[in-house]
């Protein structure tokens, strides 16, 4: 049986490959860079499985539903 990978792990890949990418230069806002290229795939995915719904896609993320608004609105994601 093949194992799953694991989002930890994926993470962990991406970062190592991202700071050997920098070649010695010096990294910086890696914690922003992250949640930007993480949230908007994830809020994108999640309203798809609660077909739209915002109150149940807040509540599969754990968010008030108007963070997930304010989010939505700021990754421009269509409701």
């Known amino acids: ?25 010096h990294p910086t806002n890696v914690y922003d860079m992250v949640i930007g290229i993480v949230e908007k795939p994830l809020l994108t995915y999640i309203m798809g499985i609660s077909k739209g719904n915002q109150s ?12 997930l608004r304010k989010k939505l609105k700021q990754h421009k994601i269509d409701i």
């Not at 994926?10 to 230069?25: H, T, W």
């Not at 149940?56 to 963070?67: D, F, P, V």
């Open 1 to 25: 049986m093949e194992k799953k990978t694991d989002i930890p792990d994926c993470v962990n890949e991406s970062l190592d490959q991202y700071f050997k990418d920098l070649d010695g230069e």
């Open 56 to 67: 149940k896609a807040a509540e599969i993320l754990g968010l008030n539903r108007n963070t």
